[in-house]
């Protein structure tokens, strides 16, 4: 059933639509066992990149393969890669029932396999409604039942979670692990980093068709190191004690607090205490993952664009941030190569299958 890995690549594509070139020299690697999120504002050229893969696009250039080969080349291509694209379209005046069960004859499946799927993404309750009836969220249920029908080892969707209710992402999320965890693996689509956080290993994220970054999701949240605040009784004496003991990410701030960067709270409270210094509190910072994704995606807009009024240059932005490893300047490979070992924490389950877990909104 399972021809070779699962294992999708993508090397130096390109779409050109006219005057329009939606994707760029786009390359990356997805990994059997891992799910990856394609990230990007409207336009960026997911779509057309997925569509490449899938088939339904002839890339002006480049490659975009599954298993190693083509779309075209799977022999039976719903047995190894299932789809969810937006704006799918359902005959309106078939149920959701008798459209699965055609599409389960056209590629061969038992009809069983049909009620199991409706059960899985909880539509059964639906399942002799007419598609045209139906919500955005139940199309997206029903063109995943379709996607699974063929049991397939590669899952790749597009904006999944557009018209989802908070119960349905929450089941899709779980769903997505679990069906990687199996060793398979997820190509997932989205215009917004917090929706898919939860979900992903790895993430390409693209604007303007080109890459900006690439690589585990780890990484990236790595790279936005935090700062302390430390709320001290003499700011200046504490910020000289701090650059006498070797730290040099040190700076007042203007409410009388000073901001540590590279340095533990423990480590602060030590060289305070040895200074003599009170300390009223110290509060430690993150970075926000989301306003990195709009600093690496903004170069789409061009400087003063509207999109994201409040967004500055990168580097400019709270002076404590750096570009994280993998991030790829315009025009430029990516300076931190994919990294194609499972990562940390990865755990395989054989033999649990999706059908096994609770269905969707546990509407069985
Ligand atoms: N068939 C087409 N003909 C002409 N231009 C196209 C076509 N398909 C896509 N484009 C253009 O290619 C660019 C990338 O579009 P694409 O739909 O791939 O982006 P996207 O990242 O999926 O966006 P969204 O998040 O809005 O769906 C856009 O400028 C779009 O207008």
Redesign the pocket.
């Known amino acids: 059933m399972h021809d070779g890995s699962g294992r999708i690549a993508v090397q130096n594509l390109t779409?050109q639509?006219?005057a329009?070139t939606?994707?760029q020299n786009l390359s990356f690697t997805v990994e059997p066992g891992s799910v990856t999120g394609f990230l990007?504002?409207?336009?960026?050229?997911?779509?057309?990149?997925?569509?490449m893969l899938l088939g339904l696009?002839t890339p002006t250039a480049g490659a975009a393969t599954i298993n190693g080969r083509p779309h075209h080349q799977l022999g039976n291509p719903a047995r190894v890669v299932g789809a969810v694209l937006?704006n799918e379209g359902f005959h309106p005046k078939r149920t959701a029932r008798n459209h699965l069960r055609v599409y389960a004859a056209a590629i061969g499946v038992p009809d069983q396999r049909v009620d199991e799927m409706l059960g899985l993404v909880g539509l059964s309750p639906a399942a002799d409604r007419k598609a045209g009836g139906f919500s955005l969220g139940m199309r997206q249920r029903l063109a995943l039942a379709t996607a699974l029908l063929g049991d397939p080892q590669v899952l790749v969707l597009?904006?999944p979670s557009n018209g989802l209710d908070p119960e349905g992402i929450a089941w899709l999320r779980s769903f997505l692990r679990s069906f990687a965890q199996q060793g398979r693996t997820v190509l997932v689509?989205s215009?917004l980093l917090s929706e898919v956080e939860q979900t992903i290993d790895q993430v390409v994220i693209?604007s303007a068709?080109m890459t900006r970054y690439y690589g585990p999701l780890d990484q990236l949240r790595a790279s936005q190191r935090s700062r302390v605040l430390v709320q001290p009784a003499d700011a200046n004496g504490l910020v000289t004690a701090l650059q006498e003991a070797g730290l040099n990410q040190v700076e007042p701030t203007q409410d009388g607090r000073v901001a540590v960067s590279g340095a533990t709270v423990q480590q602060i409270g030590d060289i305070a205490a040895k200074a003599g210094i009170a300390v009223y509190g110290m509060q430690e910072e993150k970075a926000d993952l989301e306003q990195l994704f709009f600093q690496l995606t903004s170069p789409q807009y061009g400087a003063g664009a509207t999109a994201y009024p409040q967004q500055q240059p990168y580097q400019q932005q709270q002076g404590w941030n750096a570009p994280p490893p993998g991030y790829q300047q315009p025009g430029q490979p990516p300076q931190q190569p994919y990294q194609q070992t499972p990562p940390p924490g990865f755990q395989q389950q054989p033999g649990q299958q999706p059908g096994q877990q609770q269905g969707w909104g546990g509407q069985q």
């Open positions: 779409k639509f006219g329009v939606a994707v990007g504002p409207n336009g960026a050229g997911k779509t057309t990149t997925l569509r696009v937006e597009d904006e689509s215009h693209v068709g």
